[in-house]
């Protein structure tokens, strides 16, 4: 372990990797591509980021970055606020919660542990979203959402994978 200044300014760079790559996923999906509903993204790479990173690496994604992270994306998309924040707060604890069963497994399991969280993470997006309008919400973007999400999950994994290569000390 490296104890000079200039060790442990190098291992706090690298610890904010995770929060830092995430923030900088969610801020290219809200560019404008030109695309209908691009925005739509920017949860869904959030999500995608802090379940990664809840189960490889929890102690460098941990709660508050989550919340933060949430926050970011609710200001920057205009939905209700906090509840991407709440969302995944719960996507880090169901995730950090599963790393035994999820972490050092085969890829297809880590998917299908992303699936079953995401689904949770839509039904309760899904819940508090309806609650803040006062009607049942149409849940067809939801659905459309988690799809696209497992859909684009084996790429952002790998390239968070790269990312966590940075992260090791050499």
């Given at each position: 372990?490296?104890?000079?200044?200039?060790?442990?300014?190098?291992?706090?760079?690298?610890?904010?990797?995770?929060?830092?790559?995430?923030?900088?996923?969610?801020?290219?999906?809200m560019l404008p591509y030109g695309l209908p509903?691009?925005?739509?993204?920017?949860?869904?790479?959030?999500?995608?980021?802090?379940?990664?990173?809840?189960?490889?690496?929890?102690?460098?994604?941990?709660?508050?970055?989550?919340?933060?992270?949430?926050?970011?994306?609710?200001?920057?998309?205009g939905g209700p606020p906090g509840l991407n924040?709440?969302?995944?707060?719960?996507?880090?604890?169901?995730?950090?919660?599963?790393?035994?069963?999820?972490?050092?497994?085969?890829?297809?399991?880590?998917?299908?542990?992303?699936?079953?969280?995401?689904?949770?993470?839509?039904?309760?997006?899904?819940?508090?979203?309806?609650?803040?309008?006062?009607?049942?919400?149409?849940?067809?973007?939801?659905?459309?959402?988690?799809?696209?999400?497992?859909?684009?999950?084996?790429?952002?994994?790998?390239?968070?994978?790269?990312?966590?290569?940075?992260?090791?000390?050499s």
């Open positions: 372990m490296d104890t000079s200044l200039a060790g442990r300014l190098v291992n706090f760079a690298r610890s904010g990797i995770p929060f830092f790559v995430s923030l900088l996923l969610v801020l290219a999906a509903k691009s925005s739509l993204a920017a949860p869904v790479l959030a999500l995608i980021s802090v379940y990664y990173w809840s189960v490889f690496r929890p102690e460098l994604m941990p709660a508050g970055a989550a919340f933060l992270l949430g926050l970011m994306v609710d200001v920057l998309s924040a709440l969302v995944l707060i719960l996507v880090h604890w169901a995730a950090s919660g599963q790393r035994r069963a999820l972490a050092g497994k085969s890829f297809a399991v880590g998917w299908l542990g992303y699936l079953l969280i995401a689904a949770g993470a839509a039904v309760v997006s899904w819940f508090f979203a309806s609650l803040f309008h006062a009607t049942a919400i149409e849940s067809v973007p939801l659905i459309v959402s988690h799809a696209i999400g497992t859909a684009a999950y084996p790429l952002v994994a790998i390239f968070l994978s790269r990312m966590q290569n940075l992260i090791r000390p």
